[in-house]
């Protein structure tokens, strides 16, 4: 699945029709307030202009401080799936529960540093959880794989719970760590800068990824 930080920020709505004709299953919007990280990048109005260039559904990353005041406007603005941060909100499992009353999938990320355990409480209220394989702010990073025992652990709580809940990882996913990311329980996997630097273009780089990635997931049984 395309993030959409590394594309042409002067042309987001033919970006986005482009990736849905190169066969994306959904856009995830990178959201960031300049305070919860370094980087300022989409309001909701940004996506709103975006929402009618394609049916492809979109998912907010809520890289921000206090989502919850935001949530409703991204909702407004097209996105289908909310993903908030566990670190970056008083009450996570409240969160969560005003994502579900607004029509929305809601969705909790965590940070390199954010043991599993702060979101133990909450996997049944989520559509799915996101490790960040890198510190969120930027793409282009170096993939974090000391990430992979963390997804373990969620897949393995997933489903011995029994729960519906996709594992997202996001941060230098591309051919040479989409493997050991499926391997660990990952089944939702993002790529920006893997996507935006193939040779060949946009299409052949999401066929390329979306084989490696169901190959992937496909070994990891
Ligand atoms: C970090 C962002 C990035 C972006 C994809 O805050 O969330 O991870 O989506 O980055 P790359 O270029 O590593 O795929």
Redesign the pocket.
Known sequence: MP?V??ADFSRLGEECAALADAGVDRI?W?V?DGRF?P?LTFGPDVIAACRDRTDVPFEA?L?VEAPEELAHLYVEAGCQMLIVHAESTKHLHRTLGSIRDLGAQPAVALNPSTPPESVRYVLELCDMVLV??????????A?ISEMEPKVATLRRWITDAGLNCDIEV?????PATISGAAASGANVL??????YKDPEGLAHAVTELRDQATTAVGQAG
């Open positions: 993030s930080l590394p995830q990178d960031m990280v980087n990353h890289m960040m394989t890198v510190n969120p702010g930027f793409g282009g990073q993939y996001d941060g230098g996913i591309g993002v790529a920006g800068s893997a996507l």
